[in-house]
């Protein structure tokens, strides 16, 4: 392949800084590459030197929030023939801007605006070419795609609610599943943080019972149910409400603590959840978890559950094999939730660990979750690479993976207000 070149004029700079890159493709570049920050005026100039030249043919790249996670055509655009901005727009139809106006709290980094349909203040953050007439577009792909990478670990901004509102309402006219695709797309990006949601301002655990700037795996995948299922922004946050406490009404006692013994009968019963693995393998086999309240509040992580109505008993989860899962993939329907099942330990007690939603991008079959790895956010993960990654735990080793299929609950959520 014989590197592009580029005649024209080289790039000047004025009023950026450098930082660590935390991409990949940004540390290949870290040399080359100067990131605009705070500066008065619209627009910016970014010196851009000594890029490596097999970069050059690259028109398609991948960009993502924290690492490089999936395929983009960056936008390209022309104002002037002797400036040629270029708007930087990353894989999550997010715009970037200068710092100084993110930090002013204008909305130029909201995730899945182009989902949205709702267009970001412009101008957005652009490089100017300077006398470059004629500079071919695929650098100016390069040079906007390097900039990308660079800023995908900008902060997020999270959607209003009269945008989530509008979103919601829009989602309503989509089949169940592509609800579940869309609606869990605007996480993409959001931070893993621990403990995002409480049971309101009493109780031991006191917090907020809905928000979207921050999840971890499990109400991720309550507030996209929640979402999927609601008429209105007000009606899913009911809903989630339904979904986490046994009764529907928020308080320490009543939530759903333990996945295996609360969470997934009851929201069975209420009709969210239906178990997906019996339709892929009749004879999957099934994990135990036995609760005896004089056992599991010795253990010094579960103590704080000691005021919870958990009831004793003896609770199993079907659950596919690792190996299994592989050769079953392509009959996992779009939308299931996938949750790591590990093998017993005394020390530990519970037997899920983990959960997501399985969906089929351009990329593939992926695993869409809030990912506790190095990117702590939500992410979609290659359904190869993530099964492949529970085979690396050695102290506490997973043996499979449980499955359960939402369902459209809207005779259940009919009745909450």
């Known amino acids: ?70 395929s983009v055509l960056l936008c390209i655009g022309s104002t002037g023939a002797h400036q040629r901005p270029i708007g ?29 349909g709702i267009s970001p203040p412009d101008p957005c953050l652009v490089l100017c070419l300077n006398g470059a007439r004629r500079t071919p577009s695929i650098i100016m792909s390069m040079i906007a795609a390097l900039l990308t990478a660079t800023l995908s670990s900008a902060p997020v901004l999270t959607l209003t609610e009269p945008q989530l509102d509008a979103k919601i309402a829009e989602a309503q006219r989509l089949p169940f599943t592509q609800r579940l695709e869309v609606l869990s797309a605007l996480f993409l990006g959001v931070p893993y943080t621990d403990l995002p949601l409480g049971d309101g301002d009493q109780g031991p655990e006191p917090g907020p019972l809905f928000r979207t700037d921050g999840v971890d795996c499990q109400t991720y995948v309550e507030t996209v149910l929640a979402l999927a299922n609601a008429r209105s922004l007000d009606h899913a946050k009911a809903i989630l409400d339904d979904i986490r406490y046994a009764d529907g009404k928020p308080s320490f006692q009543s939530r759903n603590h333990f996945t295996e013994a609360q969470w997934l009968p009851a929201n069975a019963r209420k009709g969210y959840l239906a178990d997906a693995v019996p339709s892929l393998d009749k004879r999957a086999p099934t994990e135990t978890l036995v609760l005896d309240k004089s056992q599991w509040t010795q253990v010094p992580g579960l103590k704080r559950l000691m005021a919870a109505q958990v009831p004793d008993g003896k609770y199993r989860v079907r659950y596919l094999p690792l190996d299994r899962v592989e050769q079953r993939a392509q009959e996992i329907a779009p939308g299931t939730i996938v949750m790591v099942v590990r093998e017993h330990d005394p020390n530990r007690v519970v037997r899920i660990t983990h959960m997501g939603f399985v969906l089929k991008t351009d990329a593939g079959l992926v695993v869409r979750h809030a990912s506790t790895g190095t990117e702590r956010a939500v992410l979609d993960e290659p359904l190869s690479a993530f099964v492949q990654r529970q085979r690396e735990y050695k102290k506490w080793k997973v043996i499979g993976v449980a499955l359960a299929r939402p369902l459209d609950a809207s005779r259940r959520v009919s009745r909450i207000r």
């Open 88 to 116: 930087v727009v990353d894989h999550a139809g997010r715009r970037h801007r200068p710092a100084a106006q993110q930090q002013a709290g204008q909305d130029c980094a909201a995730p899945c605006q182009c989902i949205l």
């Open 1 to 70: 392949m014989q590197p592009a070149r580029w005649n024209g004029s080289p790039l000047r700079h004025r009023g950026v800084v450098r930082r660590r890159p935390r991409t990949r493709l940004g540390r290949l570049a870290s040399r080359g590459l100067r990131e605009a920050q705070g500066v008065g005026g619209q627009r910016l100039r970014v010196s851009v030197a000594r890029v490596p030249l097999l970069l050059a043919r690259f028109r398609e790249i991948q960009v993502g929030e924290r690492r490089l996670v999936g």
